[in-house]
Nanobody
Framework: VQLQASGGGLVQTGASVRLSCAAS????????MAWFRQAPGQERRMIGA?????????YGDSFTRDRFIISRDITKSTGYLQVINLKPEDTATYYC??????????????WGRGTQVTVSS
């Protein structure tokens, strides 16, 4: 599976951003897609994931559904992460990853290169 993330950039505090992750190659219809982020000097953290077949989502600790929205469009083989009301602490490199099957909380098989989101105060 090849993943291409896009949609990052420099945004102002309070704005929203929608990141896209276009997938190609092997099917992962029995698995799902997750979003992670890594801020400077910090460990990579899981934001959440979406089961590809059902669109069921779950979110990691400290990532609430009112600010982080994960979705997908099967017809476009693309996943999305929308972040609402951006704060400077949301500045990070955002990654998408795909798992072909199984528990979406477990390690992922394929990773995109990441897209940078920088939030100005």
């Amino acid at each position: 599976v090849q993943l291409q993330a896009s949609g990052g950039g420099l945004v102002q505090t309070g704005a929203s951003v929608r990141l896209s992750c276009a997938a190609s190659g092997r099917s992962f219809s029995n698995g799902g897609m997750a979003w992670f982020r890594q801020a400077p000097g910090q460990e990579r953290r899981m934001i959440g994931a979406i089961r590809w077949s059902t669109a069921n989502t779950f979110y990691g600790d400290s990532f609430t559904r009112d600010r982080f929205i994960i979705s997908r469009d099967i017809t476009k083989s693309t996943g999305y992460l929308q972040v609402i009301n951006l704060k400077p602490e949301d500045t990070a490199t955002y990654y998408c990853a795909v798992k072909e099957y199984g528990n979406l909380a477990q390690p992922y098989d394929y990773w995109g290169r990441g897209t940078q989101v920088t939030v100005s105060s």
